[in-house]
């Protein structure tokens, strides 16, 4: 079973300019994360959708969104692009948003922002 | 803002047994304990979970203490390729990751 895709691999951009990332989630999950990973610090989540609805949101300003698509995949999307937001995305997939079930990553897409 | 404690860097020798520890003291009766770990720029790998009784599986075992308050996950006989950093996870349903532990197993 392919476990869960995320595209591109990697991004360039300049300030001002929007992005977005894909990720199709594993077969049979319903539920994808998103989470930003800056150099040296640890995965921060930014959003969680289940069926989708969005069901968590982290501490990212509006500039940041997402949606999920009625086969499960999803999209983050960010505007007005920042220095500060060049980071390694990751996508997680579960089968259900409850605490029992494990999430699973992809490979990550990394962002850079000139 | 993670709910949990960890420290900051382990080193371990090879075919030794990896003791990694967690304090998670705000730990909350329905939130889960997660043990995931990061080798260089990866995505995250699931280790194991638990609620209140320890759990062993291919990977590793992790040991809860019985308040709940702590935790540990155990690499029984770590190898190079354990050298990463774990991230102890508590977890109802989104996850917020702290800084972890880096872990190095050396030769």
């Known amino acids: 079973d392919a476990g869960v895709t995320q595209s591109p691999t990697h991004l360039i951009k300049t300030r001002g300019q929007h992005v977005t990332l894909r990720c199709s989630p594993i077969s049979g999950h319903k539920s994808v994360s998103w989470y930003q990973q800056v150099l040296g610090q640890g995965p921060q989540f930014i959003f969680q959708y289940y069926e989708k609805e969005e069901r968590g949101r982290g501490n990212f300003p509006d500039r940041f969104s997402a949606r999920q698509f009625p086969n499960y995949s999803s999209e983050l999307n960010v505007n007005a692009l920042l220095l500060g937001d060049s980071a390694l995305y990751l996508c997680?997939?579960?089968?259900?948003?409850?605490?029992?079930?494990?999430?699973?990553f992809g490979p990550g897409t990394r962002l850079t922002v000139l | 803002d993670a709910k949990t404690t960890q420290p900051p860097s382990m080193d371990c020798a090879e075919g030794r047994a990896a003791n990694l520890p967690c304090n998670h003291s705000?730990?909350?009766?329905?939130?889960?304990v997660y043990w995931y770990r990061q080798i260089h720029s990866q995505g995250p790998q699931y280790i194991i979970h638990g609620l209140k009784n320890n759990e062993t599986n291919e990977m590793a075992s992790l040991i809860i203490t019985e308040d709940r308050k702590s935790s540990t996950l155990i690499l029984p006989h770590a190898t190079l390729r354990d050298t990463a950093v774990y991230y102890c996870i508590v977890r109802v349903n989104d996850m917020r990751f702290g800084a972890g532990t880096r872990l190095t197993v050396k030769p």
């Open positions: 705000t730990i909350s009766g329905n939130e889960y």
């Open positions: 997680a997939s579960s089968y259900e948003v409850y605490g029992g079930y494990e999430q699973f």
